[in-house]
């Protein structure tokens, strides 16, 4: 019997009666485009009200993280007589960056200049994957360094900045080492210079120039800690103004860098050995039917128990996050569907963030001898602090979200009067979330159009 929408929302209605439905963890107002200009006084009136009003209701700071927040507070307001905007953007990210949760971050990308170039870091460097018009000799070139720092030196250098682990650190900081503002504030360069770069291009060899702030992408969503991974997917050919990508001249790349979607499914292999392969990017339903709905009934019913296929592929590696009650019978029912000879392997990797990592961790728990998480560890760890609220600052109007319960979803956490009640419920005996198969795709492999992560998932589906 195919269960219609009022029928699966009563259902739900009836397990999960008496608690509170979360609203999506990460939804944001409308944020301004450009900073207005401030004076000192509304800078310390800003930066006031980051401590007195939105820092009470952040619960992740430990004691000598507070006191080392209010220690940066006291000094940005010592300074803001000579202070701008743009400082006091680089000001909050590195005071609210202090309890290195992933969850506890301001909504800056909006704010922040851009250079022509859009990158990633790979194993072997930081590779510039995207350009504006004009600049497409520098697609694919490794940025070699920022003035006289190293790419690695200026990820150690722009880390404090970033609300986060080393994976979020990372997966961030790909975006943010291309704001000139930020280059200049970890000593890359003077206020009044262009960002100095060298450059190994793809032919090998070295090119020394400079690049300042251009017209952003405006395809681009801006606005890393939501769509830190957009690097990695080329727009359509026909879009306006279009900036170019490193994958346009691959003929046929992976499904993983394909258009963005809430969900997107996709049958691989012959008649005989269909594996199914499912996408997601986003946690929640972007204005349309619920997520839930096109998990339970397009694909569950109308895939997986229609079609048996043995082998499933759920590819969360650029999703961060959403509403995870979206998803959660999903991935509760899934490995239970495929035949026990089965399996379901779910590639996750940095960018794999909040809702995004409880779904893979919630996939595992299900049947953990039929789940086989793949690729890089996620972005965060599965212990964090959470399900955030956001206040706006007064003047700047920059957003930052404050982080108000716990979660563990390996060991779960209901002994600890802070978790979230689903953490709680849903995590019965301990997991782990660290993938059993790591796996971290070359420049060159993600040029040339392959991908590892999937071809191991592929490999283990005979």
Known sequence: ?????????????????????????????????????????????????????????????????????????????????????KDLVLDVMRAVAIPRNGHTAPVIGRFLDTMPIRAWWFPDGLYILSAAPGFAELLGACIEKFGDMTAAEALVRVAPYISGTDQRIRYLSAAYLMSPTILRRIGVASQENDIPLTLRLRNGTLKSGS???????????????????????????????????????????????????????????????????????????????????????????????????????????????????????????????????????????????????????????????RVTLIGEPMGDEARFWAEPDIKTLPNSKIPVFYSTKFEDWERGCSDNPDCYWPAAIFTQGAISIEPEVKIDESFAEYAAGRDPVLDAALARSK
Do not use: C
């Not at 450009?34 to 509304?42: E, F, G, I, V, W």
């Not at 830190?228 to 080329?234: D, I, Q, R, S």
């Open 211 to 369: 690049l300042g702030p251009a017209i952003p992408d405006p395809s681009d969503p801006r606005e890393p800690v939501l769509y830190g991974w957009y690097a990695l997917v080329p727009d359509e050919k026909d879009k306006v103004d279009r900036w170019v990508h490193v994958l346009d001249g691959v003929e046929k790349h992976s499904p993983g860098y394909g258009r963005p979607a809430p969900v997107r499914t996709l049958w691989i292999g012959d008649e005989a050995s269909k594996i199914l392969y499912v996408r997601s990017n986003f946690l929640d339903s972007k204005g349309k039917d619920p997520l839930a709905d096109d998990l339970l009934f397009g694909v569950l019913q109308d895939l997986v128990v229609s079609k048996r296929p043995r082998f499933v592929i759920v590819d969360l590696r650029l999703n961060n996050g959403g509403n995870f009650l979206e998803t959660m019978l999903f991935a509760q029912a899934l490995p239970r569907l495929v035949p026990r000879n089965g399996q379901v392997f779910v590639l996750v990797s940095r960018a794999t963030f909040s809702a995004a990592l409880v779904t893979a961790a919630m996939l595992k728990r299900s049947a953990p001898d």
């Open 1 to 85: 019997m195919r269960l219609n929408r009022r029928d699966w929302m009563m259902g739900a209605a009836a397990v999960l009666a008496g608690s509170s439905f979360p609203a999506f963890a990460w939804q944001l107002p409308s944020p301004e485009t450009d900073l207005p200009d401030l004076t000192p006084a509304q800078i310390r009136e800003d930066l006031t009200f980051l401590e007195a009003q939105w820092a009470p209701g952040d619960k992740s700071f430990n004691h000598e993280q507070r006191t080392a927040f209010e220690s940066a507070i006291a000094e940005a307001i010592a300074r803001s007589g000579t202070s701008s905007a």
